[in-house]
């Protein structure tokens, strides 16, 4: 099953001692569901790159895919440490996700998929993260 779908993705970063970083995006994408799993596809600009995002949703797993401006791999398994990959002009660096809570609900309208995670880069802690995605069924 296939269908057009308004997305709203908040992100909020956290930085030890700072004040939470706060970014939202509206985008048009499509939600699938392919045997029991539940996808969310949708394209976005950032700095004049085109970026294809697949989020796949799950109730104790998640992963999220980036292409083309920007080349990503982040798993999430629920109180598991993951490794996955960002890839930038000076390589591929590994990235390390350890996943706090991961929520998945949907309706036959909408859904609502929040991850939260600690993210590592090359080692380095780079805060906490919270991708919360909302999508809705578009008005024929």
Same mark, same amino acid.
């Given at each position: &099953?296939?269908?057009?779908?308004?997305?709203?993705?908040?992100?909020?970063?956290?930085?030890?001692?700072?004040?939470?970083?706060?970014?939202?995006?509206?985008?048009?994408?499509?939600?699938?569901?392919?045997?029991?799993?539940?996808?969310?596809?949708?394209?976005?600009?950032?700095?004049?790159?085109?970026?294809?995002?697949?989020?796949? &949703?799950?109730?104790?797993?998640?992963?999220?895919?980036?292409?083309?401006?920007?080349?990503?791999?982040?798993?999430?398994?629920?109180?598991?440490?993951?490794?996955?990959?960002?890839?930038?002009?000076?390589?591929?660096?590994?990235?390390?996700?350890?996943?706090?809570?991961?929520?998945?609900? +949907?309706? +036959?309208?909408?859904?609502?998929?929040?991850?939260?995670?600690?993210?590592?880069?090359?080692?380095?802690?780079?805060?906490?993260?919270?991708?919360?995605?909302?999508?809705?069924?578009?008005?024929?």
């Amino acid at each position: &099953m296939n269908k057009q779908v308004k997305v709203k993705l908040k992100t909020t970063i956290q930085q030890p001692n700072e004040q939470p970083e706060i970014y939202e995006l509206w985008v048009t994408g499509t939600y699938i569901e392919k045997g029991e799993s539940a996808y969310l596809k949708y394209e976005e600009v950032q700095d004049d790159k085109h970026i294809k995002t697949t989020v796949k &949703m799950g109730e104790t797993e998640a992963l999220i895919l980036r292409s083309g401006g920007i080349n990503m791999r982040l798993p999430f398994v629920k109180e598991t440490e993951q490794t996955g990959s960002y890839e930038s002009e000076y390589g591929v660096l590994m990235v390390k996700t350890m996943t706090r809570k991961i929520m998945f609900e +949907k309706n +036959k309208q909408d859904g609502h998929f929040v991850v939260q995670y600690d993210l590592n880069v090359s080692g380095q802690s780079v805060g906490e993260y919270t991708l919360e995605f909302h999508y809705m069924e578009e008005s024929q």
